[in-house]
Each structure stands twice: as C-alpha cells, then as structure tokens.
C-alpha cells in the first residue's frame, strides 16, 4: 500500500495569514502516460463528511475558493490556504488514488491562533 | 447534483453482520465512469477505503485486503443504490461509515461525492 504522511498534525494561523500542509507519499504517484499526479486535498469539518477541494494535485473542485491551491509532483506535496478565513478551520487530509487501496494521510488540524 | 443518501443501523452486536444502505440520486449506479466506495472513519484508524463496485460493461468489485475476506458491496439497479455487508464484525469495527462516487474523471477518480455518514457501533 502507498502510504501517505502529513505535517505538521496541527497548525494554528491568525486570519488572513498562510497555511501550509505537507503531504509526502511513499511511492510516487505520478502517471508517467498523462503526466497527472493521482493526489486529492479533503477538507473536514466537525460533523460533516470530508470534502473534495483539489485533485490531480493542482485542480480546484468547482466552487472552491482561489485562496486554496496545491502543488507538488511526484511523492511531494503542498496543500495552501492564502490567507485563513474563520471557515477554514478544519481538519484537512491527502489521498492518493494512483494504486488501490486509495489510502489517506492522517490529517492536519487548523486551527486560528 | 449528485446525493447519496444513507441507511442503516447504528448498533450492530459482535460476531453479527453490518449492513448499510447508500441510494444515489443525480446518477446512476450503472454509470460507465463513475465508482461507488464504502470508505469508514475512526480515531484509531484514520479514514480507511474499504472496497468499491463499478460497471464497465459488467460489474467489478474492489476491496481492501484488511477487510477482505468479511466484505460484499452490491450494486442495485432497480433502486439505484448499492449497499455494505461487513461479516463477524468486533468492536474494532466501531467508525463513521461513508459512502462516496469515485468521480468519473479518472478510471480510479477521487471522491467527489459523500453520504452523509453513519457512526455504527459494535457492541452487546
């Protein structure tokens, strides 16, 4: 199984200010046949199913804010939130879904500081 | 606007079956390019994919070997939902349980779509 890493567990920003999260895999999952990098970001708030903010690294789902954006290729990536707003305070995960099983990071709690 | 909508028991006893429910509405559970999964949730586990049924001119199934021997996920075309059966079952298997469409964006999309998730609990 590809197993995916996260950093830091935990982030507190004040608002308005940059968030980062980190996700690392333990394979690389880029498909060398599209160039795409299978890697999605779920959002998680308290109560309520995740939710699909970016796939193929980079993609933002439609409706998602423009403060959010991904990057990274290969087993390296970056999750940004620009500049936190107070309903960004969620739990935030990684998946890759380049191999079955998709497998999840174990997630970033942010927090306001 | 594709929903999923859940059901199911929230208590299920040791050694019995669990069985949920996820009925589609805004696609269809035959669809060529979508994936239907049971992902579930819980403190000591993280969020943990199960398995998966799709349809590519017949239907597949996909499931994680940790659960392998214990799962069934079934598709049902006549009320277009498709459903969990997890066997023998411990209290190991207390989480949020969720189902979630694969997106047909890649043969092996990221989950797009969500039901609204069941916390079960195993206990006598």
């Known amino acids: 199984d590809i197993v995916m890493t996260q950093s830091p567990d935990s982030l507190a920003v004040s608002l308005g200010e940059r968030a980062t999260i980190n996700c690392k895999s333990s394979q690389s999952v880029l498909y060398s046949s599209n160039n795409k990098n299978y890697l999605a970001w779920y959002q998680q708030k308290a109560g309520q199913p995740p939710k699909l903010l970016i796939y193929?690294?980079?993609t933002r789902e439609s409706g998602v804010p423009d403060r959010f954006s991904g990057s990274g290729s290969g087993t390296d990536f970056t999750l940004t939130i620009s500049s936190l707003q107070a309903e960004d305070v969620a739990v935030y995960y990684c998946?890759?879904?380049?191999?079955?099983?998709?497998?999840f990071g174990g997630g970033t709690t942010v927090e306001i500081k | 606007q594709v929903q999923l909508q859940q059901s199911g028991p929230g208590l299920v006893k040791p050694s019995q079956t669990l069985s949920l429910t996820c009925a589609i509405s805004g696609d269809s559970v035959s669809s060529n390019s979508a994936t239907w999964n049971w992902i579930r949730q819980s403190p000591s586990r993280g969020l943990e994919w199960l398995g998966r049924?799709?349809?590519?001119?017949?239907?597949?199934?996909d499931y994680a070997v940790s659960v392998k021997s214990r799962i069934t996920i079934n598709p049902d075309t006549s009320k277009n939902q498709f459903s969990l059966q997890l066997n023998s079952v411990t209290p190991e298997d207390t989480a949020v349980y969720y189902c979630a469409r694969g997106s047909p964006l890649a043969a092996a999309g990221p989950h797009d779509y969500w039901g609204q998730g069941t916390l079960v609990t195993v206990s006598s």
């Open positions: 998946q890759q879904y380049y191999s079955p099983p998709r497998t």
């Open positions: 193929w690294a980079s």
């Open positions: 049924t799709y349809y590519r001119s017949k239907w597949y199934n």
